[in-house]
Every structure is written in C-alpha cells, then in structure tokens.
C-alpha cells in the first residue's frame, strides 16, 4: 500500500500571501487530520476531517481551513501567512474509527517558509 | 494548564545500553498513551500504545510503561544500535468525546557507537 503523500514538500511565501497543502492519504483511509510541527513545541492538531466533514479542530485562527474530497484527499489552506506561520505541515491519515486506538499514518510533511 | 513534558535535552547513550526516555503529563487522565519515532524531514512513525489499566507493553527491544498515579510513561530501548538514534514523540488523547491526540514535544535520542 502506497503510503501518505504531501505536497509540495517544500514551499517558500511571503508575508500576506496565502497557500494550500495537498495530503493524499493511504488507501481506504477515511480520515485526515492536520499538524502544524515547530522546534520546541510538538505537535500542535489544527483539524480532522472525516468523510468531507470536519470533525475536530485545534485552536488556531480562521487564516487556517481545510477541506476533503470524496476521494478522502485533504487540501489546507492558510491565508494572510505571517512570519510564525514557518513550520512543518503534517498530514496523517487513520481509519477513522473516531477514538485513540486509530493508529495514524503520517506523510513526510511540507515545509513552509514564510518570508 | 494542560501540559506534557518530555526531556528537551538530547539524550545519548552508547551502543548497547538501554536507553530511557520519560513523558509528564499534568491535568489529563488519559486512557491511552502513544509513542511514535521521528526520522529528519519525515513524518512521525507509530510504535507503540498502551491502555491506562495495561503497566506495561513490550514490542521486540521496546518497552513502554505507564503510571498514571505518577502520571508518567517511559520507553526504554534495551540493546540500543546507532540506527535507534531519532526523536521520540508521546501523545494522550485528552479524554474527552472528541477524539484528539495532545503530543509532547519530543526527545532527541542518540545512540553512539
């Protein structure tokens, strides 16, 4: 089975300018959550989506969105990008049986640089 | 707040030894507990899991604790090799209806020859 794909897999933008991230998650998937990864901070959940719909959400201003297609893809868009928004974007995929024992699949990541 | 703590320093360990790392957690009650491996310029990788009422689960040379009196889990790594050298994740979910995982920042393990 192919594993999760991101891309792209690097991205510089400036400040104001906005950007989408594409995740392809592993086949048969059903969900897709998002991870903004900073040194020194872990992981910070930004969204999950489940069969299009988005079923959790961290605590990060509107700028972040996401969305997902009927094919279980997941975009995330970030407008107005300021300096902090500077991470890695991590993608993960599961079953989505909707509790901690769904096991998630992670993609190598994008790494944004905001200029 | 709500809090998890791993050793922000980077560990080393020679070739051999057992390797020990610790995650703190405060103001949770979780009922599982996860441990994931990160490469550079990849994405976490899933270990191991272990249940709130489980004391201890092993896989291979791994070894997961959990102590939710202390409220602290350990990964232990016996036989270490220069290959194990990675940083190492925990995550809880946070106990509530929405499933949602809250991760530590990691520890940085490096295994000398």
């Known amino acids: 089975k192919a594993g999760v794909t991101q891309t792209p897999r690097y991205l510089i933008k400036t400040r104001g300018q906005q950007v989408t991230l594409s995740c392809s998650p592993i086949s048969g998937h059903r969900s897709v959550s998002w991870y903004q990864q900073t040194p020194g901070q872990g992981l910070q959940f930004l969204f999950e989506y489940f069969s299009e719909t988005q079923r959790n959400k961290g605590n990060f201003p509107g700028r972040f969105s996401g969305r997902q297609f009927s094919n279980s893809r997941s975009e995330m868009n970030v407008s107005t990008l300021e300096l902090g928004d500077s991470a890695l974007y991590l993608c993960?995929?599961?079953?989505?049986?909707?509790?901690?024992?769904?096991?998630?699949?992670f993609g190598p990541g994008t790494r944004l640089t905001v200029l | 707040s709500q809090k998890i703590e791993q050793n922000s320093e980077a560990l080393n360990i020679q070739e051999g030894k057992t390797a020990t790392l610790t995650c703190n957690y405060t103001n949770y009650s979780p009922a599982y507990l996860q441990w994931y491996r990160q490469d550079p310029g990849r994405g976490p990788v899933f270990l191991l899991l272990i249940r709130e009422n489980e004391k201890e689960k092993r896989k291979e040379r791994l070894k997961v604790t959990f102590d939710t009196t202390l409220k602290q889990s350990l990964f232990h790594i016996t036989a270490s090799q220069p290959a194990d050298s990675a940083t190492y994740l925990c995550?809880?979910?946070?106990?509530?209806?929405?499933?949602?995982?809250?991760w530590g920042a990691g520890t940085k393990l490096i295994i000398k020859p």
């Open positions: 995550a809880l979910d946070i106990g509530d209806s929405n499933y949602q995982l809250i």
């Open positions: 993960a995929s599961s079953a989505g049986q909707g509790h901690s024992l769904d096991t998630q699949y």
